[in-house]
């Protein structure tokens, strides 16, 4: 069981040409890529989630008012180590 050598590769691919003949190759190709770009999408869509993560992770930090207004509000500590204004 050694590495895949070229003269396997051109055995398989007479193989597949003598199986589904040559006008339906571009049609498997085209299916082929399609089926592997809907994984990377689904993939991604996986990855969405965790990526988000931290940001859950810090809404859980603020106060109930932020939470329902969904934007960060200034509390008085904030405001008063951000110093004044230049």
């Known amino acids: 069981m050694g590495a895949v050598e070229p003269i396997h590769i051109l055995i ?3 193989v597949v040409l003598l199986l589904f003949g040559a006008k339906r190759l571009p049609e498997l190709g085209k299916s082929l890529g399609s089926g592997i770009r ?3 999408k689904s993939t991604q869509e ?3 989630p965790v990526e988000e993560e931290p940001r859950a992770a810090a809404m859980s930090d603020a106060s109930p008012a932020q939470l329902e207004s969904g934007t960060p509000q200034a509390s008085a500590d904030d405001v008063s180590a951000s110093g ?3």
């Open 12 to 14: 398989d691919l007479i």
């Open 38 to 40: 809907e994984f990377k």
């Open 46 to 48: 996986l990855h969405g």
């Open 84 to 86: 004044p204004d230049s």
